[in-house]
């Protein structure tokens, strides 16, 4: 089953502008992850945020997570064309169970225009 | 640097065929991963392995099988092939741990006619 949902499907913005993706999942989480696909190849990993945390920075990359909304954000800023790729959300649960698999959305596609 | 590879970029079979996919990772992870990734619906995860000779099913393990017979090296089959399985198939391998992210192949492009 799904966990996370991607907000836009799609989003297209001019290079040097920021791009804001939202995540959306459904039960508690011991982390949530996002990755990065470009066209044709497999993901690539970007950044995680632990549950107990509220903002994570990496680069031009800043996560935002809100347990109590049930909700994530990704920021890239000062975009540039090569950052044009699909976006993944992934979260992993907080029971043993669910412990070693990740959850995905259906991913945000972004272009970013030169 | 991590690699995970898979065996074929593209590939057509024929309904009711037996087909293998193939991944292989040079990290010595644990975990190995199948995906099954449809426009619009994200990345399914087909079946799972965190041990040599291990494996659970994920969300959508009907008319697939696995096998991990060592730790670097995890296939999927389909029994018999149909054209609803026509998709793009992804691998992965993480380290044990709650903190480890995936590390994916580039794919496998399967086609049933």
């Known amino acids: 089953s799904q966990q996370g949902e991607e907000d836009p499907q799609a989003l297209s913005i001019q290079e040097g502008e920021n791009a804001t993706m939202n995540c959306s999942y459904k039960t508690s989480i011991n982390n949530l992850q996002w990755y990065r696909q470009n066209s044709g190849r497999g993901l690539v990993h970007l950044i995680l945020?632990?549950?107990?945390?509220r903002e994570k920075h990496s680069g031009r990359l800043r996560v935002t997570l809100d347990t109590s909304k049930k909700s994530s954000s990704l920021l890239i800023t000062a975009s540039r064309a090569a950052d044009t790729a699909s976006y993944f959300c992934a979260t992993k649960g907080g029971d043993w169970g669910s412990a070693r698999q990740l959850t995905f959305g259906s991913g945000t596609q972004l272009t970013v225009l030169p | 640097d991590v690699k995970v590879t898979q065996s074929s970029r593209y590939l057509v079979k024929r309904t009711g065929e037996k087909v293998f996919l193939e991944c292989v990772q040079d990290m010595d992870h644990e975990n190995m991963f199948w995906y099954r990734q449809d426009p619009g619906l994200g990345l399914r995860l087909i079946y799972f392995?965190?041990?040599?000779?291990?494996?659970e099913k994920g969300d959508i393990p009907e008319g697939y099988s696995v096998s991990r017979e060592k730790k670097e090296r995890f296939s999927l089959i389909l029994e018999s092939a149909s054209t609803n399985q026509t998709s793009m198939y992804l691998c992965?391998?993480?380290?044990?741990?709650?903190?480890?992210?995936?590390?994916f192949g580039d794919g496998t492009r399967l086609s049933i006619l």
């Open positions: 992965a391998s993480s380290d044990r741990g709650f903190f480890q992210p995936q590390h």
């Open positions: 392995s965190y041990d040599v000779k291990m494996k």
């Open positions: 945020i632990r549950s107990n945390e």
